[in-house]
């Protein structure tokens, strides 16, 4: 993107709640200024014209999940908390990348979460590894162990565990109950404990 060689730009979006974005002339995105108000799906031809990105809330949280994204804007909105949302969808795919590249994430508190699951983990990973400003929250053994799906994870999932560096905010502990138990947890069942450790 950085060259203008673009594969399918209309096609990889992402949805996002509460940015502004500015164009290199100064004006506001009138397309991001929606997004103090509603959700709205933007993609990478829209992104790639602005400047910069800002969140209009000194909190941010990326969510991997549709699902998870549409539980926490109700909720949010119910309680009137004052967090900024993006949901990737999965895999960061180019215009979360682009995106993400134009918030300032020292101005902010920036926080991810996804599926406990080694595919969700491996995500969660390689964006900490990227954005040394990013905080990964909800990984830990007490919330996987309380809401572990009653699905079993493939032998190709659990063998992917291999690839995870235990950190402060990946645990040992935790890959090892995954590895025992050999199930998922999805992010769905504990958004409000996720919007607890980000607190208000």
Do not use: M
């Amino acid at each position: 993107s950085n060259v203008g060689l673009i594969n399918n730009p209309l096609n990889t979006y992402i949805t996002i709640f509460g940015f502004n974005g500015i164009y290199k002339n100064g004006e506001t995105s009138k397309l991001l200024k929606i997004s103090e108000e509603q959700d709205i799906n933007v993609n990478l031809s829209n992104i790639l014209d602005l400047e910069r990105v800002e969140a209009i809330n000194k909190k941010v949280l990326i969510v991997e999940n549709p699902n998870a994204y549409i539980s926490i804007r109700n909720f949010i909105k119910r309680v009137s908390l004052n967090i900024s949302l993006i949901c990737t969808g999965g895999q960061l795919n180019q215009c979360a990348y682009s995106f993400l590249n134009k918030i300032n994430l020292s101005d902010i508190q920036c926080f991810y979460s996804g599926d406990i699951d080694p595919e969700g983990i491996l995500i969660a990973q390689n964006i900490k590894n990227k954005y040394g400003d990013i905080k990964l929250i909800g990984f830990n053994r007490d919330l996987y162990l309380k809401y572990k799906s009653h699905i079993d994870l493939s032998e190709t999932s659990i063998k992917k565990l291999r690839n995870i560096k235990i950190t402060s905010e990946i645990t040992f502990e935790l890959i090892e109950e995954i590895k025992k138990k050999k199930k998922p947890a999805y992010q769905e069942l504990f958004v409000e404990e996720i919007l607890e450790e980000i607190g208000n």
